[in-house]
């Protein structure tokens, strides 16, 4: 476990190696900010996008969030942090992509497929069970096809569920809708394999299948 003191040296480090190697970049993003993707991704600690498609600094646009899942498009009331991302990312930063990636063993996933929420006391619980909501029916379709069993292969199917529900979400909202009918905006879902290190996307036929990593040359 990592307490706070370790992350402020972390940060001496940063700021005494990191950041003077790559001080024009910082110079550069200093005056703004250009990511062609955006990554919608599990607030798991053991998945960092920026690690695993090895990127700095400015090149992705990334939000996090239990199960990393999207509502519906839902205009009214309500403080929709999620939904504010993506309208930031799409109609102000133009993003050409969209991924939600998911990964293996997703507590979220696992406390919807199980409907128990570990660790609730008195008092608690007031936001992960409704934000779980948005997996029922999804949770409901792979307990049906698993025979109501909790096991790894039915969270894995709720993991890929869950990338699935968030993508048909996505395609909800006016603006994103728009941008994919003339090109300018595609969607991508992803799964991450954390025991592996192995990323899987999701195909045109609706299955997962990895990404084989090609050579890199000299």
């Known amino acids: ?22 001080k024009a970049r ?7 900010q250009n990511p062609g993707t955006m990554v ?36 009214g009331g309500g403080l929709h942090g999620v939904s504010a991302a993506v309208e930031f ?7 050409q992509d969209i991924l939600v990636l998911g990964h293996g063993g997703c507590g979220g996933c696992q406390a919807s497929l ?18 779980i909501a948005l997996l029922d029916e999804a949770r409901d379709r792979v307990l049906k096809a698993h025979d109501g069993r ?4 039915a969270l894995l199917a709720l993991e890929h569920e869950a990338v699935r529900v ?19 905006l595609r969607l991508h879902g992803g799964h991450f394999a954390v025991a592996h290190g192995m990323l899987h996307l999701l195909r ?3 299955t997962f299948s990895p990404v084989i990593p090609m050579a890199q040359s000299d």
């Not at 990592?2 to 190697?21: D, I, K, V, W």
């Not at 910082?26 to 703004?32: A, F, I, Q, V």
């Not at 990312?89 to 993003?95: C, K």
């Open 204 to 206: 045109d036929d609706d």
């Open 166 to 184: 968030s993508l048909k979400n996505l395609k909800s909202f006016p603006f994103i809708q728009e941008r994919m009918a003339d090109g300018r």
């Open 26 to 32: 910082y110079d550069t993003l200093s005056k703004g």
């Open 1 to 22: 476990m990592t307490e706070f003191t370790q992350l402020l040296n972390g940060y001496a480090r940063f700021r005494t190696s990191a950041y003077p190697e790559q």
């Open 89 to 95: 990312a799409v109609t102000q930063l133009e993003v």
């Open 150 to 153: 909790h096991d790894a292969e």
């Open 114 to 131: 199980t409907d128990h929420f570990a660790g609730n006391a008195p008092g608690e619980g007031y936001f992960i069970a409704s934000w």
């Open 40 to 75: 919608i991704s599990c607030a798991d600690s053991r998945v960092s996008p920026s690690l695993i498609f090895d990127v700095g600094p400015g090149e992705i646009f990334t939000v996090r969030n239990v199960a990393n899942l999207v509502p519906p498009f839902d205009p």
